[in-house]
């Protein structure tokens, strides 16, 4: 355990610093709270806390009671008293108004207060004077951040979401440094992309063959057929018969024949199969002499379970006039088509056109069958007179390389010692650069090596070192009246740019913490890194763990089952039912009567399978992580109160999503900032579309998930999970009744079960008051034809009819519980690591603050920059633990009983 | 469902021809000859060696294990009619073509997945006890499991093939917030431990996880891009070695277990080098690298079973995992019609139409199983049974009943014959026992030596 600060130990000047604030804290409330002097905490204990105790806790926590394993009066001595983790659910269940249960009477508030002080000094020994900023261990770059460190230091998108393994994560969070490991497998992956990126970006000749790429979108269209100029299905005489020939048997399609236009995608150029077009660019040649010419398309489809398209095209493909590519093409399953041709050419101009020509007959367009054009890249020419300096060449090095060896050893020395210092983000030691400029000189003696070689290899060693890929975090010397020290400023620039950019610092910060001026200028600096574009990282990497918007992307939701609980229909009920049982049924074995039945079933399913209903589209999904993250940024960035991400008249919104919310005079695919009307639900973070949908199971709504995650997100009061072995409701109502029950009523029968309710009764009729919002997050008044009733009253007393009351109360009656959930999120986002603890009075600290500015986002932001966890690291030594570790044994072991709440 | 934002939908989109992959199966590889193995385990040193991981007839030893989440119905799996003249029951019946080589395995336990002390978590725990049989550490940030049985394997075998062992997955996107109860994802997703905080993250990619056995580029150029992988890993090992463990010696004792991983992978790296050399060149398979995760499950399955039976085929490893979802999965089939999610299902409440569709979700992770199955016993291995008949995969679930989390008599399948150490065919019911004991029998086949207890065992199991 940690060396205690026990008021016996008044020698020691940290403990002096101790009693006087525990003195003036005691002036403050109760004078019978000051820790006397030679007093133990046991004493004080029995004489402040327990008979505070006695009168609201012992009825089921002592005296012999020990509900949910908690016991509050079996302490004999020093050690037992100082329960961390007893103490910290002791804390949090009070301060949040979970302890004593309702119903029962609540402590006063002076009560609560003398029992939070003396946890704070007496049980945790905290010293508010040099409050323990706790360890970090030491950080690996998550996949986020090591892509964006690799754009910011060479300009390479290098996608670590496809190249690398998801990371693990903790606390909900992926940059929680104890869980980031390194298997062997990620570390060849590091190896391997190091090697990838430097040899993508690096040039290793100083001058090369002349390189232009015609990217798709340059094309311009010379000819598209308008939609529907040749009729669906009717291909010209003669023609259609000679397609036959070739094979192209089927039925031609059923539908509407719509001719795509070529449409630029990002800087491709998409070719529909089904639409006649050409499209051409021109090389301008200026030297006479060989080029190649190289051609990059790919087949690309809209996958569709079990669907097939058999449209067919040809691509002709001219140069000059010359015909080098005539191919036909079916579905190829994103297949990359790559083609090169040698070409001597004169200087002038050389157009490149491509064309697309359907092959017929025309069929059901199921796929959206494109061919793209990545680009045209023309190489020349090929003589060594007319070679040029690669393009990225002054990006790496500025100048020509020097003749004679020593100056040349210099300049590797100057370009190495300048790129390691980025990559590991601190100066670089004069040993580092020696051994890298030595590895350089021996690539580039080799034959065929040449210097620039030799610099690129080294750059490899440098990404892959355990210095790029880990946070390297150093500390100043300890100041007068300093415990613990400050991290050195260029350890306080990483922090800084990974908790805002989730990249490495930029040149402005490594500017100031080389001038040891940064920790001076921190307000400043904090402005603007937010104000910058890339604290969009922030926005997206804090919102889409802390509200899960990542998961928006990927959630499955069945448009067919919600349509269905909204419309229910008995006669398509037993349609389904008839044919899934049906199905399983060889056709063979099937009576004529149940072929009848399966055919008539089958008809009435697929109508309702094909008719028009809302689903989640891509761009739908898009725009709800979009509107997740666009109003924590307006709040964030406007230095707005955090109230407002609860409860506001305003909402971020496109045509899509206005649609979906059923909002109207939103126009155009922009997100904006929309005002609702005065009546809407909207507005506030627990009726936006992500949350709606990511606390929906696949076939309905979750009122239990949903509370779940309004006490976890909002509240910071995340229930246990549910006990294993759930009893069967059929205990409590028949199957029949079960079937035709709301989930209100189905939930009431938590009521009925003492174990349910304890947590039930606090997370149903939070996820109950949104129940007028269906798991698509669409606004329904009615659900298997029964009217909802959204209304409801907490566990902590307040009553409301509607969500939008439920808002209101959680963001003015709670506000404090969510001042202190998003505090602690965003705290242990900020230091990745698990909080502890000896930061209550870290976030206690910030609360305040925030409370007194009315909850401005940047008292947040300031606080959690300036906090000592951030600023500071431990001192090795000063607080030594039981076992010679730093670590101290975790509190997470904490028994963590179903029977009783529990404040994780 | 896709937003550039989001990998593992925009490798689906990918939607690779998987035929196209599975046709150079068992026709194109070419299998190292069986006097290449031998006078490879000569280079590889010690005579002893060839006992490790080989069969009687001195052909390769593969272990699997294979995971499958949330437990099965329990009345649904375990086979009707007395040992050994049972019959197979519905979830087991696709196991019927290759039944000769399934022992069912009843009544083994894994006491340390129980909440104990502990509380929620079951399915946490579920994951990470499977293969290690410990207690793990109750955090979301501490994590501490044990090493898996698997490394065990590995650890002693590892260094006849290329790989050490070979980790995967079909778990493309991760959910965000917390996991289970309090533990941290580390061990919900993983179910193979290095050491006791380094999980062996498993490959959920097919191309990359194809790559890094074969090389990257097409089929005739991939040898020789493993040759120049090799090299250039090799160029910068001394660099960062030296940078490891200056920046261990600087930093605290937490700190250096991290560092510990990255020397640990440096050292791994080093020596599959060694092993290039005394192996020669890559296997290349004559087929196309995957091109990304398959749109549909069963495709994405059936790739991923493909990938380990190509590592099998090729003798690029002999032991491997393999983790179909993770335990809590929630993932819909609605490939089988069925929408809801399999973890909200599997607490049914006894509702018999719930119970149905968790059964067919079993069973239907048993169909793609038994296909793998078929397909491994469709191949000659170098001494000319089959790859299966010369393999030991463990198929099973870290739950037993997934509506009760109870982790007694745990759905568990031993397929494949050993070499002829195991005969199948059979339903052994050994009583309340701990799953570690089969795992000692598994080491003990496989040549492990000195491997008194593992886990939670009590000794060895009889009648495997």
């Known amino acids: ?904 | 469902m896709k937003t550039p934002a989001d990998p593992a939908s925009e490798l689906r989109n990918a939607a690779m021809s998987r035929r196209h992959f599975l046709r150079g199966i068992g026709a194109c590889v070419a299998l190292p000859t069986f006097g290449s193995l031998l006078s490879a385990k000569a280079l590889g040193a010690v005579t002893s060696d060839l006992r490790l991981a080989t069969t009687a007839t001195g052909a390769p030893l593969r272990t699997a294990f294979v995971f499958f989440p949330n437990g099965a119905i329990p009345s649904r799996w375990w086979p009707g009619g007395a040992e050994p003249a049972f019959s197979l029951s519905p979830t087991l019946q696709p196991l019927e073509p290759v039944s000769r080589y399934i022992q069912v395995l009843g009544g083994l336990a894994h006491a340390n997945a129980n909440p104990g002390n502990d509380g929620g978590g079951d399915h946490a725990r579920g994951n990470s006890v499977f293969l290690t049989g410990v207690r793990i550490n109750k955090s979301a940030t501490d994590i501490r499991a044990g090493v898996s049985i698997d490394q065990v394997i590995a650890n002693h075998v590892g260094h006849l093939t290329r790989f050490p062992s070979i980790e995967l997955c079909c778990d493309a996107t991760r959910k965000s917030a917390d996991c289970d109860s309090g533990y941290s994802c580390a061990y919900q997703y993983n179910i193979s431990w290095q050491s006791p905080t380094t999980p062996m993250t498993p490959e959920s990619n097919p191309r990359l996880a194809f790559e890094r056995l074969f090389g990257e580029g097409p089929h005739g150029e991939r040898a020789k891009n493993a040759q120049r992988r090799m090299m250039e890993r090799r160029s910068v090992l001394d660099f960062v070695m030296a940078d490891a463990r200056d920046m261990q010696q600087r930093l605290a004792k937490r700190d250096q277990e991290k560092l510990d991983q990255y020397l640990t992978g440096i050292r791994d790296v080093e020596k599959r080098i060694q092993k290039a050399e005394q192996f020669g060149p890559n296997v290349d398979p004559d087929q196309p690298t995957p091109a990304g995760i398959p749109a549909k499950q069963v495709e994405y399955v059936e790739l991923m079973y493909d990938i380990m039976l190509l590592a099998f085929k090729t003798d690029s490893t002999r032991v491997a995992t393999f983790v179909l979802g993770h335990d809590g999965d929630n993932r819909s089939f609605s490939e089988i019609g069925i929408t809801e999610g399999h973890h909200d299902l599997s607490h049914h409440q006894n509702n018999p139409e719930r119970i149905d569709k968790v059964a067919q979700i079993d069973r239907w992770y048993v169909e793609q199983f038994s296909r793998f199955l078929a397909r491994m016993d469709s191949i000659p291995d170098v001494d000319g049974h089959s790859l299966l008949h010369n393999s030991r995969i463990i198929y099973g679930s870290g739950n037993a009943d997934g509506n009760r989390h109870t982790h007694e008599n745990l759905p568990v399948l031993l397929a494949g014959n050993g070499g002829g150490a195991f005969h199948g065919g059979r339903f052994v019911q050994h009583g309340a026992k701990p799953l570690s004991n089969l795992f000692l029998n598994l080491a003990d086949t496989a040549g492990v030596t000195g491997l008194s207890h593992f886990g939670d065992s009590t000794g060895r199991l009889a009648n495997v």
Not at chain 1, 324 to 343: A, C, G, N, P
Not at chain 1, 450 to 472: K, Y
Request: aromatic share 8%.
């Open chain 1, 1 to 904: 355990m940690r060396k205690t600060h026990s008021c016996k130990r008044t020698h020691s000047p940290r403990v002096a610093a101790l009693r006087v604030f525990a003195l003036l804290s005691a002036a403050a409330m109760s004078a019978s709270m000051a820790c006397r002097a030679g007093e133990s905490a046991l004493a004080s204990f029995n004489r402040d806390i327990e008979p505070v105790l006695d009168q609201y806790c012992y009825d089921c926590h002592g005296a012999g009671f020990n509900k949910g394993g908690v016991d509050l009066d079996d302490f004999h001595n020093d050690s037992d008293v100082r329960n961390h983790a007893l103490w910290w659910r002791v804390m949090k269940n009070v301060r949040a108004g979970i302890m004593p249960p309702a119903g029962k009477p609540r402590v006063p508030p002076e009560d609560v207060k003398r029992l939070m002080t003396w946890i704070k000094l007496e049980a945790f020994s905290l010293d508010p004077a040099h409050p323990d900023p706790g360890r970090v261990t030491v950080r690996r770059l998550n996949r986020v951040e090591y892509r964006n460190t690799i754009r910011a230091l060479t300009g390479v998108e290098f996608d670590t979401l496809k190249e690398f393994p998801a990371d693990d994560t903790g606390q909900g969070f992926d940059n929680i440094a104890d869980v980031l490991t390194i298997s062997p497998m990620l570390l060849e992956r590091y190896l391997d992309s190091a090697q990838t990126i430097i040899a993508q970006v690096v040039p290793t000749q100083p001058r090369v063959v002349a390189e232009q790429l015609l990217p798709g979108k340059q094309f311009a269209t010379l000819k598209a057929e308008e939609p529907d100029v040749l009729p669906g299905a009717a291909p010209a005489p003669g023609a259609g018969a000679e397609r036959e020939k070739d094979g192209a048997s089927g039925s031609p399609a059923k539908g509407p024949f719509k001719r795509p236009a070529p449409k630029a995608v990002g800087d491709a150029l998409d070719l529909s199969y089904y639409t006649p077009a050409i499209v051409a660019a021109t090389y301008k040649a200026t030297h006479p002499g060989k080029y190649q010419v190289y051609v990059n398309l790919k087949a690309v489809e809209n996958y569709v379970d079990d669907q097939f398209d058999l449209n067919r095209c040809r691509l002709v493909f001219k140069v000059d006039g010359e015909t080098l590519i005539s191919q036909e093409f079916v579905r190829e399953s994103d297949k990359t088509l790559e083609f090169t041709f040698d070409r001597s050419w004169q200087p002038g101009d050389h157009p490149l056109t491509f064309e697309v020509q359907p092959i017929g007959p025309d069929r059901d367009q199921k796929r959206l069958l494109r061919l793209r054009l990545n680009a045209v890249t023309v190489r020349g020419p090929m003589a060594p007179e007319f070679w040029v300096q690669p393009a990225t060449y002054a990006q790496f090095f500025p100048r020509n390389v020097p003749f004679w060896p020593v100056s040349r050893r210099k300049y590797a020395a100057e370009l190495l010692g300048g790129f390691a210092t980025r990559a590991f983000r601190r100066p670089v030691d004069p040993e580092t650069v020696d051994r890298l400029v030595a590895m350089a000189s021996s690539v580039s003696s080799q034959p065929g090596g040449t210097f620039e070689a030799g610099v690129a290899q080294a750059m490899v060693a440098v990404l892959a070192s355990p210095r790029f890929i880990f946070r390297d975090e150093e500390v100043e010397p300890l100041r007068p009246g300093q415990v613990d020290p400050f991290i050195d400023e260029f350890s306080l620039a990483s922090r800084l740019s990974y908790l805002f950019w989730s990249s490495m610092p930029d040149d402005e910060l490594f500017r100031l913490a080389g001038k040891g001026e940064l920790r001076a200028q921190l307000p400043a600096q904090v402005a603007r890194m937010l104000a910058d574009k890339r604290s969009s990282e922030f926005i997206s990497n804090f919102t889409g763990q802390w509200l899960e918007a990542r998961d928006i992307a990927n959630v499955q939701i069945s448009p067919f089952a919600v349509y269905l609980r909204e419309h229910p229909d008995p006669e398509v009920e037993k349609a389904i039912d008839t044919f899934r049982r049906l199905n399983r049924v060889a056709e063979e074995k099937r009576t004529p009567e149940e072929k009848e039945a399966f055919s008539n079933a089958r008809k009435a399913f697929f109508t309702l399978i094909r008719s028009p209903k809302a689903q989640l589209t891509d761009s739908l999904r898009e725009a709800m992580r979009r509107e997740t993250e666009m109003v924590f940024a307006y709040v964030i960035k406007g230095d707005r109160s955090l109230s407002e991400l609860i409860e506001s008249n305003y909402t971020f919104l496109n045509e899509d999503l206005a649609k979906h919310y059923g909002i109207q005079g939103v126009v155009g695919p922009q997100m904006r900032k929309v005002m609702l009307p005065a009546d809407s639900p909207r507005g506030g973070v627990i009726t936006q579309g992500t949350v709606l949908a990511v606390t929906s199971n696949p076939t309905r709504t979750s009122p239990v998930k949903r509370g779940v995650f309004i006490l976890d997100a909002i509240l910071g009061t995340r229930p246990p999970p549910p006990p294993p072995n759930i009893p069967a409701l059929e205990d409590a109502a028949s199957p029949e009744k079960l079937r035709t029950m709301t989930l209100r009523e189905n939930l009431a029968l938590h009521a009925t079960n003492k174990t349910c309710a304890a947590c039930h009764s606090r997370m149903d009729p939070l996820g109950l008051a949104l129940e007028n919002f269906n798991a698509m997050g669409m606004w329904r008044d009615a659900e298997m034809n029964r009217p909802i009733d959204p209304g409801g009253r907490l566990i902590t007393g307040e009553t409301f009819s509607n969500v939008r009351e439920l808002k209101h109360i959680l963001a003015t009656a709670h506000l404090r519980d969510f001042y202190y959930c998003i505090t602690e999120k965003m705290l242990t986002y900020a230091l990745g690591r698990t909080l502890d603890y000896y930061d209550v009075e870290t976030v206690d600290h910030i609360v305040e603050q925030l409370e007194a500015s009315g909850g401005r986002s940047s008292v947040l932001l300031q606080g959690i920059v300036n906090s000592a966890p951030f600023q500071q690291r431990r001192q090795p030594g000063t607080r030594q633990f039981a076992d010679g570790s730093a670590r101290e044994p975790s509190l997470l072991t904490a028994t963590n009983d179903h029977a009783h709440e529990d404040p994780r």
